[in-house]
C-alpha cells in the first residue's frame, strides 16, 4: 500500500499545481457562443508574452509538442526541401525522423549525446549553400534526453551572417516558460511548446508560436494538411474560437497556470527560480561523485539533469526502486543512454525542499541499486546553495558515513 504523496521528478508531465487542477474543474461550455473568446483571446496574447513573440501569432493545438512539430512541417515546407539538423538527443533525432517521414531531405549532424547544437557546423553549412537549397534550420533548444540546452541566439546569428532566409525551427518543448526563450529576438520561425512541462498543465495541447515569416510560407507550402492548417486556425482564432472542438477544461487550466508565471511569480523570477534549482541539483550530483551527461558546465539545462550511474549500476534497477520502495518518479535514460542514466526534471511546480526531496530518494536508490555513496553528500551540497543564495552561509556540512 503506498501512503503519502507520490513524488514526480521526471521532465514532463510535470506537476500539476492544485489551483490549476481546480481550474479545469468546470462544467462543459458553447465552445460556439459569442463570449467564448472572453476565455481564449487573453490566453492567446499572454502566450505571445510568454514566447517573447511580438509581431507574430500562437496557435494552440489539440495535441502533444508533436503534434505543433508536425503543424509547423507541414505549412511551412515542401515535400523534397533539404532541411538542415543537429541530432544530439533523443527527440533531436525523433525530429529528423519525423521531417524523413513527411517527405523532406534531412541533413543530419551527428553529435555525441552530450554536446549542443554546433553553431560553428551550421554556419559553415550555411555559407557553403550558395544556391539555398536549405529551406530550413532545426534546433532543439533543450535537449530533455541529455539536459543540455543549445544557443539558439547563435543559430540565429550564423542565418544572418550568411545572409541565408532559412527559416528558423526551435523545439522549444522542455524550455519555454522554464527557460529565457525570445521568439521575437532571436529570429525564431516556428517554436514549439506544449502545455505539460514548464506550463504545469496536464498533456493535451501543443503551443506553436509562429512568426510573419512562416505565416507568408504558410500560403504558398504545398505539403498536405488537413486538421493542422494555419489557414482555418487563424481565421477562426481571430474571434477567439478553433476551427474544431478544443480542450475547454485544459485551457481553464492553462489560464491559471498563465497568472501564475506572468502575474503572480514573474516570467524573470520564474526563469531564475530554475537557474537556482537546477543548480542546487548539479551540485548535489558532483558532491555524491556522479557525472552528469551535459558535456560543459556551460550548456547545462536548468529544467532536467541527466546523470550517469556508477560502474555495475543499473540505471533502470536506481528507477525502479526509487518508483516501487519510495513512491518517487524520476525519468529514465532514452535510447542508447537506457540503463546509464537517470534523470531528474526540476522544472514547473518545483521548490527548494521538492530538490532535496529528489536528492535523497535518489541517494537512497543509488545504494540500494549498488552504488557506493556517503548520505546526506548530495542532499548537503544543496543545502549549502540554498543557504548563501539566502545569505546563509553554513557554519559546517554533515553527512552521514
Excluded at 533548444?141 to 539558439?152: C, I, K, Q, R, Y
Excluded at 526531496?357 to 542532499?379: I, K, Q
Aim: glycine share 10%; net charge negative.
Amino acid at each position: 500500500m503506498r501512503t503519502g504523496q507520490t513524488q514526480l521528478f521526471i521532465p514532463g508531465p510535470t506537476n500539476v499545481p492544485e489551483v490549476v487542477r481546480q481550474a479545469m474543474n468546470v462544467a462543459q461550455q458553447d465552445m460556439r457562443a459569442h463570449d467564448f473568446g472572453d476565455l481564449t483571446l487573453p490566453i492567446f496574447a499572454d502566450l505571445k508574452t510568454l514566447f517573447r513573440c511580438e509581431t507574430g501569432r500562437v496557435m494552440l493545438f489539440p495535441g502533444s509538442g508533436t503534434a505543433a512539430w508536425e503543424a509547423a512541417i507541414t505549412n511551412t515546407l515542401n515535400t523534397g526541401d533539404r532541411i538542415l539538423i543537429a541530432r544530439h538527443g533523443q527527440f533531436s533525432t525523433l525530429w529528423a525522423q519525423m521531417a524523413e517521414r513527411l517527405g523532406l531531405v534531412v541533413e543530419a549532424i551527428d553529435l555525441a549525446w552530450g554536446a549542443a547544437c554546433p553553431v560553428n557546423e551550421i554556419a559553415r553549412r550555411l555559407g557553403a549553400d550558395r544556391e539555398g537549397a536549405i529551406k530550413a534550420v532545426f534546433v532543439t533548444h533543450n535537449e530533455t534526453a541529455t539536459g543540455v540546452t543549445s544557443d539558439v541566439a547563435g543559430v540565429r546569428r550564423a542565418l544572418d551572417e550568411c545572409f541565408h532566409d532559412a527559416l528558423l525551427f526551435v523545439d522549444g518543448v522542455s524550455s519555454i516558460g522554464s527557460l529565457d526563450f525570445r521568439m521575437e529576438e532571436w529570429g525564431v520561425d516556428l517554436a514549439v511548446a506544449g502545455t505539460q512541462k514548464g506550463l504545469m498543465c496536464p498533456a493535451g495541447l501543443g503551443i506553436l508560436g509562429v512568426s510573419d515569416k512562416a505565416m507568408a510560407a504558410s500560403r504558398t507550402a504545398t505539403m498536405r494538411r488537413a486538421y493542422f492548417d494555419f489557414a482555418d486556425m487563424a481565421a477562426m482564432n481571430a474571434v477567439g474560437q478553433f476551427p474544431y472542438t478544443p480542450p475547454t477544461p485544459l485551457l481553464h487550466g492553462l489560464r491559471r497556470a498563465l497568472d501564475r508565471i506572468l502575474r503572480e511569480e514573474g516570467l524573470d523570477a520564474v526563469i531564475a527560480r530554475h537557474r537556482r534549482l537546477a543548480e542546487a541539483v548539479r551540485r548535489g550530483v558532483a558532491a555524491m561523485g556522479l557525472e552528469i551527461v551535459a558535456e560543459h558546465h556551460s550548456i547545462c539545462s536548468d529544467t532536467v539533469t541527466a546523470i550517469r550511474v556508477p560502474e555495475g549500476v543499473d540505471a533502470r534497477d536506481v528507477i525502479r526502486i526509487a518508483y516501487d520502495e519510495f513512491n518517487t518518479s524520476l525519468g529514465s535514460g532514452l535510447g542508447p543512454l537506457n540503463g546509464r542514466v537517470f534523470r531528474i526534471g526540476h522544472l514547473g511546480d518545483l521548490n527548494e525542499a521538492m530538490v532535496l526531496t529528489a536528492l535523497s530518494v535518489a541517494e537512497l536508490a543509488l545504494v540500494r541499486a549498488g552504488a557506493d555513496l556517503r548520505f546526506g553528500a548530495g542532499v548537503g551540497a544543496a543545502q549549502a546553495h540554498f543557504a548563501a543564495q539566502r545569505g546563509t552561509a553554513p557554519r559546517m556540512q554533515i553527512a552521514a558515513e
